[in-house]
């Protein structure tokens, strides 16, 4: 099959930093092309992404200052995709509701994968009245259920090179923070219960930038950055934070909003590393009570506390069962072939429908 990957430019495919929709979209275009699918992806010139590469920028646009909106390249994007719609059996969207103008202009079938959740009404509302065309593909049953209406082809969770994540079945002292310094993603409380439990606090983030962003930063978590127990060391390489997560004791992980899939807890667990999260979004999923994690009430310090301390307090022998738990349960569920054979049977079940319509 002659497939296009389409993601926004603001990060290389795969990402040097943080940037889960690029990588997750990368490892898709990788698997694919090793199993001998015709790989296009629409990215930026120092992508290392398999198969062809439509450069619709030099590098990633946001590591460049003199950019004075992201939207300038998303409209090359378009543009690129505009040209070259007619040239694939199937184009695979990362880019959100800004495909649905390609779907009035084209007839290769469209896959869009979601990477948010949709509790306002005007995603909603949009999607359903001119993303008919559009096949959906979500990543969690959870998210699923945010967004009905509109033409499901099938769920598939989110896939990671689980031999990529060092495994170890010991710890040091600390828990780990992954994800942006946004409101949605929980930074405050977990820095709250660092505090609490008198456990140090690794925050390995990426800034949000937006004025939501900012302000929750400077009101919930700059004022906490000099406590002895809090360690901020802002975004991290892939390398670096590999690294963390090998060591980690947990990744805390107290989402704010309903997670739709949640990489990090992925990447945690491939490395041993078990989760504490609220149950909200994908995590009931995700996340086997005592198997890979534990999940607590949404919004409940003190539940979170005491699940945190338990971790930390769990005898030596029962914990290394934990991480080693942790690990198989990465290898069972969130591996790349699982992906990739979940894609690649919706890829073909499309074009099948298409193809015999035409007869």
């Avoid at 390609?102 to 949709?118: A, F, K, W």
């Avoid at 995603?123 to 209406?149: C, D, M, N, T, W």
């Avoid at 591996?335 to 015999?356: F, L, Q, S, V």
């Amino acid at each position: 099959m002659k497939i296009a990957q389409v993601v926004w430019p603001e990060n290389s495919m795969p990402p040097k930093r943080y940037g889960p929709v690029q990588l997750v979209a990368s490892i898709l275009a990788n698997g694919l092309s090793k199993r001998g699918h015709d790989l296009t992806s629409f990215t930026t010139a120092d992508s290392t992404v398999s198969g062809k590469k439509i450069i619709v920028a030099e590098c990633p646009t946001r590591d460049d200052p003199t950019i004075p909106d992201l939207l300038y390249y998303h409209s090359v994007t378009m543009a690129e995709l505009l040209k070259h719609r007619n040239e694939f059996d199937i184009i695979h969207s990362h880019i959100g509701h800004s495909i649905i103008p390609i779907l009035e202009v084209t007839d290769t079938p469209v896959v869009i994968t979601s990477h948010g959740t949709y509790d306002n009404p005007h995603p909603r509302y949009i999607y359903k009245k001119y993303a008919q065309k559009a096949h959906f593909v979500a990543i969690s049953e959870s998210q699923k259920k945010s967004l009905p209406g509109v033409n499901y082809a099938g769920v598939v969770y989110h896939g990671i090179d689980v031999d990529n994540f060092e495994y170890s079945d010991e710890a040091d002292d600390y828990m780990l923070y992954v994800g942006r310094t946004s409101p949605v993603k929980g930074l405050g409380p977990a820095i709250k219960a660092s505090i609490a439990t008198g456990r140090r606090l690794i925050i390995a983030a990426h800034s949000d930038q937006t004025e939501a962003g900012k302000k929750y930063f400077d009101t919930d978590i700059k004022p906490y950055l000099n406590h002895k127990e809090i360690d901020f060391l802002g975004e991290v390489d892939q390398g670096k934070l590999r690294a963390l997560m090998a060591k980690a004791k947990l990744l805390i992980f107290p989402i704010q909003w309903e997670e739709p899939f949640g990489l990090v807890v992925a990447e945690a667990n491939a490395s041993g590393t078990p989760v504490v999260a609220y149950a909200r979004g994908s995590m009931p999923e995700i996340i086997g009570e005592g198997v890979n994690g534990y999940l607590v009430e949404p919004g409940n310090d003190e539940k979170l506390n005491a699940a945190l301390k338990k971790v930390f307090e769990i005898p030596e022998a029962e914990y290394r069962k934990l991480r080693e738990s942790s690990r198989r349960y990465a290898e069972k569920n969130f591996t790349i072939e699982r992906m990739i054979d979940g894609y690649e049977e919706i890829y073909k079940k499309i074009i099948g429908r298409i193809n015999a319509r035409r007869i």
